[in-house]
């Protein structure tokens, strides 16, 4: 039988919210910490291409990727 207990590291993902509140963009996104590339990857495609804004990987997550407990 698995075991069922979750460790610290098990209950923290990460999130990425669009702060384009006033232009109606509802992107949010969560993720396990293991899939940290995919996520920065798909948040700088929405930017780009629903905000017409360019950022990189580093500017993305140093200032949207927010570790949040599930």
């Known amino acids: 039988m698995p075991d069922d207990t979750l460790t610290e590291e098990q209950q923290t993902a990460l999130q990425v919210a669009c702060d384009t509140e006033v232009s109606g963009c509802l992107f949010l ?6 899939d ?7 948040t700088r495609d ?7 804004k360019d950022y990189s990987l580093e500017e993305i997550e140093e ?8």
Request: glycine letters at 4%.
């Open 46 to 52: 929405h930017v780009r291409y629903q905000h017409g």
């Open 29 to 34: 996104m969560r993720t396990e910490e293991n």
């Open 63 to 70: 200032q949207h990727v927010t570790e949040v407990e599930v």
């Open 36 to 42: 940290r590339d995919r996520l920065l990857e798909i």
